[in-house]
């Protein structure tokens, strides 16, 4: 866990790439989030910009999933790209023959505005 603090920590922003269980977040991901906001007051999050994108087979992709870990966010002091939101849905043509994701343009600038943000947020 210390390890995974001190990276976090050195990072210059964090991106979550989630799936949704249940309409929310896996509970490994809840688990490494409340890991590494422990001791209170001592939490790896704090001012981090964060990112949240996922894929899920659902119709509404991982909006729910996405809504719960914002809130999340919020409570750990991380400023999140609001705009654009993805909710990728799982299905077949998401992927090409070759694995590449056929929603590469979109996703691209989706990537894109998250590097903005991050810059545009990152203290260092």
Known sequence: MLRFKSEIKAAHGVLFVTPEYNRSVPGVLKNAIDHASRPYG???FGGKPAGVIGVSVGAIGTSLAQQHLR??????????LGQPEAFLQGKDGLFDASGDIG??????SWMDAYVAWVKRHATG
């Open 42 to 44: 001592q939490s790896a």
């Open 71 to 80: 809130n999340i966010l919020t409570y750990l002091d991380m400023p999140t």
């Open 103 to 108: 929603k590469e343009a979109f996703v691209q």
